[in-house]
């Protein structure tokens, strides 16, 4: 079982910093590979970063590259996002999903793979 919780949003300044925290309370934390996404207002959803079981790997939105970092702490069973040099535009709500490490970092969960509740960032000019 895999239940996600999302922590560390909130509101900052153009240029400023926040660190998003994914918790995982189920006993399989380690073996799926974990994902970030995010949702503004009237848009679809959209990949943000992935990274695999181990640690070891990560992949990131083109666009996101170079400002956003994915990390995990295993012993902790969670699973992070620092985000640098925050412009207006990611302003969304932030998601964690989880999927089985099989499937690879390319993988796009559907809604019958595990999410977490969402985390609102905002960020203002």
């Known amino acids: 079982q895999v239940r996600l919780v999302e922590s560390g949003g909130g509101q900052v300044h153009a240029g400023g910093s926040l660190r998003l925290s994914c918790a995982d309370s189920?006993?399989?934390?380690?073996?799926?590979?974990k994902g970030w996404f995010r949702q503004a207002p009237g848009k679809e959803r959209e990949f943000v970063a992935a990274i695999s079981y181990s640690g070891l790997s990560t992949y990131y939105a083109d666009s996101l590259k170079g400002r956003f970092t994915i990390s995990r702490d295993n012993a902790k069973s969670t699973v992070y996002l620092q985000m640098n040099s925050l412009k207006p535009e990611d302003t969304a709500v932030y998601y964690c999903?989880?999927?089985?490490?099989?499937?690879?970092?390319?993988?796009?969960?559907?809604?019958?793979?595990?999410w977490g509740q969402g985390t609102q960032v905002t960020v203002s000019s």
């Open positions: 189920g006993r399989t934390f380690s073996s799926t590979t």
């Open positions: 999903a989880a999927w089985p490490s099989g499937y690879g970092l390319r993988y796009r969960p559907t809604p019958h793979d595990y």
